[in-house]
T-cell receptor, first 113, second 109 residues
């Protein structure tokens, strides 16, 4: 049982490049989330999804896009990378109506130069 | 607006000393409160939640609605407790978590 798997673990992008951060979970969780964690800061919600085909913006969605075609996968897309997007990105999932907490992925450290 | 405040960026104590990591929140409804921990080079993991009233690894946290606080406490800190601790809340019935900025706990021998 892998839980929440994120790839890649590290990536360096040049300004203006695009990439997709992958996230998959095998717990049949309906809810999935993308957060970014900047140094010395808490986690800020980028996008979330309450089920396949449904996504919604979080606190800091600008510069990102998501899709949720299956229950398992919730990729995060950066179209035109900017230095301000240098951060650690965490994907998480939780069960519907369940407040027992999130299961987090191990994170993706992204640097935009 | 919902907000979680952790006033201390760093808390440094010696092994065996008591620890209290502060968390205050602003929310008009009935929130669920959580503490998450992130050990060095590991993913965030749930430490405890207020509705379960449990003690995990010697840590406890009591929800004080009057003071809107959910401070994390441990009577005797251990070196392995050194980590980043995040307080978080969610509205009852919803799953979207709002995190505080985190407090780094450093326990020295």
């Amino acid at each position: 049982n892998a839980g929440v798997t994120q790839t890649p673990k590290f990536r360096i992008l040049k300004i203006g490049q695009s990439m997709t951060l992958q996230c998959t979970q095998d717990m049949n969780h309906n809810y999935m989330y993308w957060y970014r964690q900047d140094p010395g800061m808490g986690l800020k919600l980028i996008y979330y999804s309450v089920g396949a085909g449904i996504t919604d913006k979080g606190e800091v969605p600008n510069g990102y896009n998501v899709s949720r075609s299956t229950t398992e996968d919730f990729p995060l897309r950066l179209e035109l990378a900017a230095p301000s997007q240098t951060s650690v990105y965490f994907c998480a999932s939780s069960g519907q109506g369940e407040v027992s907490g999130y299961t987090f992925g191990s994170g993706t450290r992204l640097t935009v130069v | 607006a919902q907000r979680v405040t952790q006033p201390e960026k760093l808390l440094s104590v010696f092994k065996g000393a008591p620890v209290e990591l502060k968390c205050n929140y602003s929310y008009s409804g009935s929130p669920e409160l959580f503490w998450y921990v992130q050990y060095s080079r590991q993913r965030l993991q749930l430490l405890l939640r207020h509705i379960s009233r449990e003690s995990i690894k010697g840590f406890t946290a009591d929800l004080n609605k009057g003071e809107t606080s959910f401070h994390l406490k441990k009577p005797f800190a251990q070196e392995e407790d050194s980590a980043m601790y995040f307080c978080a809340l969610t509205e009852c019935g919803y799953n979207k978590l709002i995190f505080g900025a985190g407090t780094r706990l450093a326990v020295h021998p």
